[in-house]
């Protein structure tokens, strides 16, 4: 399946949008779930065929020619235009689908398998806490149009500064932490400190905790140790990790995830960070 480039936006200097229609979306399916994703293949500069390939003739050839995979949010499909919206995070000429996104113009092509579904906001929680970085700003915003009308909804968003917030809306009683993060050094810690201070909630959270490797870890700490969300309402996913591109992350992010998975709380033993 691929979508062909309709318009981008560039929505902060690290967001890009990215809209997609054509024949080529003809058999795509609503996702069911708020945090949908599409697996993308991003080709390298050198790459001896375009899109539409056949996964199977990409398959043999070198390593540096075959396309390289990422997920990517699913911002919003439009079934009656038949266009898919994705907001991709930019990081100037680092990573492929961030780089792909800069230079994207109208008529370019995304071959991409999906969607999948993942996490949707709890309708039986009693509030909702959504909490990450840009990597995670897409599906944040699309949790927060998806929780039940009147619930409190928490967002604690770390961006670099201030233009780096956009306009976050919700059914949900909406409250939105920007956490900036120019000229900040204790930068695993910002997006876990913002969460401590924050008034306990009252009842069940509906927790989604997405981004940066160590921040994540660090967030999922503070909630668990403290018995704030229970482990089947926790969903939990490091994207990157500061310091490492995006094939060095690949290599370690499974004993990562083990990692994580290994720490244990009293109260919530066994939950279990994604992949």
């Known amino acids: ?17 990215v809209v997609l229609g054509g024949e080529g979306l ?23 065929y375009g899109v539409p390939f056949e996964p199977d003739a990409v398959r043999d050839l070198p390593r540096e020619q075959r396309p390289f995979p990422r997920r990517i949010t699913v911002r919003a499909w439009d079934p009656a235009r038949r266009e898919l919206t994705l907001d991709i995070a930019v990081h100037g000429e ?16 995304l071959q991409f398998k999906g969607p999948a579904d993942g996490y949707s906001p709890d309708p039986a929680a009693d509030s909702y806490l959504f909490v990450g970085d840009e990597s995670a ?14 619930k409190p909804v928490t967002i604690v968003a770390e961006v670099e500064d201030a233009d780096g917030e956009i306009a976050l809306d919700s059914p949900g ?16 810690n910002l997006l876990a400190d913002a969460v401590t201070a924050l008034p306990r909630p ?6 989604f905790v997405h981004g940066e490797a160590a921040a994540t870890r660090a967030v999922r ?24 591109d995006d094939e060095g992350w690949r290599a370690i992010k499974g ?17 279990r960070a994604e992949i």
């Open 255 to 271: 004993q990562w995830v083990r990692a994580v998975n290994a720490e244990t709380f009293p109260a919530t033993a066994g939950d």
């Open 94 to 109: 680092v990573g492929y689908a961030g780089r792909w996104a800069l230079h994207a113009k109208p008529g370019d092509r």
């Open 26 to 48: 003809a058999d795509f399916e609503d996702p069911k779930s708020a945090d949908a994703y599409v697996n993308c293949f991003f080709l390298p500069p050198d790459a001896p």
């Open 221 to 244: 700490r503070v909630l668990l140790s403290n018995g704030i969300v229970e482990l089947e309402r926790l969903s939990c996913s490091p994207y990157w990790r500061r310091g490492l």
């Open 137 to 150: 700003l897409p599906a944040i915003a699309a949790c927060a149009e998806r929780v039940p009308s009147g």
């Open 1 to 17: 399946m691929y979508g062909q480039v309709v318009s981008t936006e560039k929505l902060t200097p690290q967001l890009v949008r």
């Open 173 to 188: 009683e909406l409250i939105v932490h920007w956490v900036h993060r120019a000229g900040r050094t204790d930068l695993d």
């Open 202 to 207: 009252d009842g069940s959270v509906s927790a």
